[in-house]
């Protein structure tokens, strides 16, 4: 398998005095991770040593993050994460066809020993998203997703508990999309098995919103890698 070499100022989509986004590629850590030690902090580190990860992304989640170049800028964004004053933007992929409007749901949320996050509404901590469809398929539905909260997985368990759960996201139920499954005269190759166009989470953070420092407003948004332009393209031409 082709080890992945990381870019870090390839990823950069916007930067001032204080402030990094980037988009954040699919299969890269945001901190050190038991099973690859690069990582998003520790590729900036390497630029300057002060920057600071102000927001985590699951590791297969692609898409904006934000990062912090100096202390006080650091301490700028946790106080706009803690009062819920940062928007973020996803959209996810989701087999099957989405709720015709918006939606709230209100679900809280704890982390279990096994590190899957479940539904608990006695000891689980208060979670909200609004989801809304942004385009239907035939068989799936691209969703806006907009945590008004920021717990772990919290986009993934909550479509899960919608019955919706992410394409490609295994630990939620969420099933890889195959080109058989959406090209109605697909044929397979003899004796070779079908391999998944797509089989991470797919999930992406779209854009995000905050002050800089200087109160004035940074709006940013993050195209698309590669894998998932791939999957809307055929999705848009066979299903």
Wanted: net charge positive; hydrophobic share 35%.
């Amino acid at each position: 398998m082709k080890k992945n070499v990381w870019n870090a100022a390839e990823m950069v989509v916007y930067d001032d005095d204080n402030y990094t986004i980037i988009n954040k590629p699919p299969h890269l850590s945001t901190l050190e991770d038991r099973n690859d030690q690069t990582n998003v902090l520790s590729l900036f580190r390497a630029i300057d040593s002060g920057y600071q990860v102000c927001h985590r992304l699951d590791k297969e989640t692609s898409g904006a993050l934000l990062l912090a170049k100096n202390d006080e800028a650091y301490r700028h964004a946790a106080l706009q994460f803690q009062e819920r004053e940062v928007e973020k933007i996803y959209h996810a992929l989701v087999k099957g066809r989405f709720l015709n409007e918006a939606i709230q749901v209100d679900v809280p949320l704890r982390t279990s020993g096994s590190g899957k996050v479940i539904f608990d509404k006695r000891r689980g901590k208060e979670a909200i998203t609004l989801f809304r469809p942004k385009q239907f398929f035939k068989d799936y539905t691209l969703v806006e997703a907009k945590p008004i909260t920021g717990r772990t997985h919290q986009i993934r368990a909550h479509l899960a508990y919608l019955d919706f759960p992410i394409c490609g996201d295994s630990l939620y139920g969420g099933e890889p999309i195959f080109l058989s499954s959406i090209k109605k005269d697909f044929r397979s190759k003899k004796n070779e098995e079908e391999r998944p166009l797509f089989s991470r989470v797919g999930l992406h953070a779209h854009a995000i919103k905050l002050t800089n420092v200087n109160k004035n407003f940074i709006l940013k948004m993050c195209d698309y890698p590669k894998d998932m332009q791939i999957i809307m393209k055929k999705l848009n031409k066979f299903n």
